[in-house]
């Protein structure tokens, strides 16, 4: 299997946190950059984060400041801390991870944020 597995997923009130993590099934020197992506219902998939694997690091405007993405190469993993949640956060989140062989996309996982 090439495909990331994400998890982690859930519901939360407005203002709380969640950790998602997306799993790699290719060894960490493939890896080129692993980003995580959300659609919300009725919108085009947007770009949230993304890490290299120098570690390099970029957020989307609207997650900067609350969302921290991080990740372990000796695991071939990948987190996005979640924090200061907002109803407008609510999406399934995708990861994709880029490899010397291609990008590959995660099933996604639903979070959504709602009191």
């Known amino acids: 299997q090439e495909q990331p597995v994400e998890s982690g997923g859930g519901l939360v009130q407005p203002g709380g946190s969640l950790r998602l993590s997306c799993a790699a099934s290719?060894?960490?020197?493939?890896?080129?950059?692993m980003v995580w992506y959300r659609q919300a219902p009725g919108k085009q998939r947007e770009f949230v984060a993304y890490i290299t694997r120098s570690g390099s690091t970029a957020y989307a405007d609207s997650v900067k400041g609350r969302f921290t993405i991080s990740r372990d190469s000796a695991e071939n993993t990948c987190s996005l801390q979640m924090n200061s949640l907002r109803p407008e956060d609510t999406a399934v989140y995708y990861c994709?991870?880029?490899?010397?062989?291609?990008?590959?996309w995660g099933q996604g996982t639903q979070v959504t944020v709602s009191s």
């Open positions: 290719q060894s960490s020197s493939s890896i080129n950059a």
């Open positions: 994709q991870t880029n490899t010397i062989r291609g990008q590959y």
